[in-house]
T-cell receptor
Framework: AQKITQTQPGMFVQEKEAVTLDCTYD???????LFWYKQPSSGEMIFLIYQGSYDQQNATEGRYSLNFQKARKSANLVISASQLGDSAMYFC????????????FGKGNQVVVIP | AAGVIQSPRHLIKEKRETATLKCYPI?????VYWYQQGPGQDPQFLISFYEKMQSDKGSIPDRFSAQQFSDYHSELNMSSLELGDSALYFC????????????FGQGTRLTVV
């Protein structure tokens, strides 16, 4: 069963606007971590932000913030003030600490920033 | 800061040939993961190592094998290559299991012709 769900179709975002990418997850492990990665067309997988299941506050890293709603099993990524260089595929991933510890990925969200 | 290093970046092989992909994790990272990403797909977990021992195994074909060496670098060996093995192969490393970092290398793009 898919542990990470990313169902949004490709998104066009105006430069300087904010965009929210949805991610829901499924786990019975009490301890887990949630990751977001950016994959531009060049192919590399760039780590953006991490949220631990016991973290009380939402993670933030520069223009990236994670809207963590544990009860809803939701970990949405918010990119503020979009830039042209933000055009990429964005993957949400989860690692279950007491499970097999691998990173399980969602299908990704395609974002295109337009000037 | 040092990142995960993968080599080669690009590799072209013929069917039934063998390929070896190398991964050098970030210093002091003792966990290495291998992923395969087909065109337009999400990364699929292949195998992982912790402290030079295999820690988890995913959808890795029997034709593939991997190991982690004493210096923590890892190699993915792929034999009897098939056209369907054409993909981007990523290595990732993290400092210990369950930690908050998991950084990926730039990937090896394998093309089987």
């Amino acid at each position: 069963a898919q542990k990470i769900t990313q169902t949004q179709p490709g998104m066009f975002v105006q430069e300087k606007e904010a965009v929210t990418l949805d991610c829901t997850y499924d786990t019975s492990d009490p301890s887990y971590g949630l990751f977001w990665y950016k994959q531009p067309s060049s192919g590399e997988m760039i780590f953006l932000i991490y949220q631990g299941s016991y973290d009380q506050q939402n993670a933030t890293e520069g223009r990236y913030s994670l809207n963590f709603q544990k009860a809803r099993k939701s970990a949405n990524l918010v990119i503020s003030a979009s830039q042209l260089g933000d055009s990429a595929m964005y993957f949400c991933a989860m690692r279950e600490v007491y499970g097999n510890n691998r990173l399980a990925f969602g299908k990704g969200n395609q974002v295109v920033v337009i000037p | 800061a040092a990142g995960v290093i993968q080599s080669p970046r690009h590799l072209i092989k013929e069917k039934r040939e063998t390929a070896t992909l190398k991964c050098y994790p970030i210093p002091r990272h003792d966990t290495v993961y291998w992923y395969q990403q087909g065109p337009g797909q999400d990364p699929q977990f292949l195998i992982s190592f912790y402290e030079k021992m295999q820690s988890d195994k995913g959808s890795i074909p029997d034709r593939f094998s991997a190991q982690q060496f004493s210096d923590y670098h890892s190699e993915l060996n792929m034999s009897s290559l098939e056209l369907g093995d054409s993909a981007l192969y990523f290595c990732a490393s993290s400092p210990r299991t369950g930690d908050t970092e998991a950084f990926f290398g730039q990937g090896t793009r394998l093309t089987v012709v």
